[in-house]
């Protein structure tokens, strides 16, 4: 997925989502469970002010799950309802609305105690590109179709999808964009393919990506490409191309090592998670 971004389109995809947010109970931030602040909205806060929120941490079934728990149990300690899902598996939908329920439970108890009418919560799905947005509402609203761009902002022509008799979804997403300008950021952005256009240059991520691997998963190097990389070798980079050429029978190029056909096949099973699970940063990284 493509996707542009410019100061004036990020301040009308602000506007457009609070907007719509006005009407709903409670907004389902979805964020990647591999790098669950690199995925956030940096406004997010801002744009949704106190509306109730649950975040979803989404792709599980391809991330760390020890670091999954501490992610899920940081967003708790900040005060809001946080969970981890698998959304390519159906059973998980159910939580997530029993979650929202949960949530608003008060809330449309007083309503009813108060005289209004028994009614439905509504809710909306926000988050970058690529975190699942689409995945989730097709799913829900039982259709195949991809139904949004990845273009900041909300779908004018927005419907409401009833999911349940006492749950309802707007069918389009709030898209919103990463804190690109941020190095950390913008380094587990690429990893997570969130943004598949390139924003950094794909041999130096390949070294971030090898240097994070070694230090924090050194039993997948040694498991997908029986690699150990030794950092304080001065070598070590063009050590680990060589090697994975090598174990991959990737043909030389005019007698050299083909660095783009390796980065190409190192990056493919990082993004369909063939490489094992992993996530790109810890509670440790949070700066606010
Ligand atoms: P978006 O609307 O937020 O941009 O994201 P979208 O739903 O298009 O999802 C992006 C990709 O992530 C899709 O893969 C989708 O299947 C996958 N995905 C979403 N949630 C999960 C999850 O919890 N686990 C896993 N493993 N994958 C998930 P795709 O390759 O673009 O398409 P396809 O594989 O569905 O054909």
Redesign the pocket.
Known sequence: ?QIQWFPGHMAKAKREISEKIKVIDIVIE?VD?RAPYSSKNPMINDIIKNKPRLIVL?????ADENLTKQWVQYYESLGYQAMS?????FN?YQKIIDKCRHVLKEKMEKELARGLKPRAIRAMVL????????????RLANRKA?I?G?KPGVTKAQQIIRVAKDFELFDT?G?LWPKFEDEHIAKNIAMIGSIKQNILPLDDLFIEAMTYLSQNYSSILKERYQLEIDLEDPDWVLKTFDHIAQLRKIKPLKGETDYDRVIELFFSEIN??SIGRITWEDTSCVKD
């Open positions: 997925a979805l469970a989404t792709k599980k079934d391809m899902v698998n959304l390519k598996n998980e988050g970058i590109p690529n975190v699942g947005k689409s995945t989730f509402i097709n991809t949004t990845n997403p898209v369909d998670g």
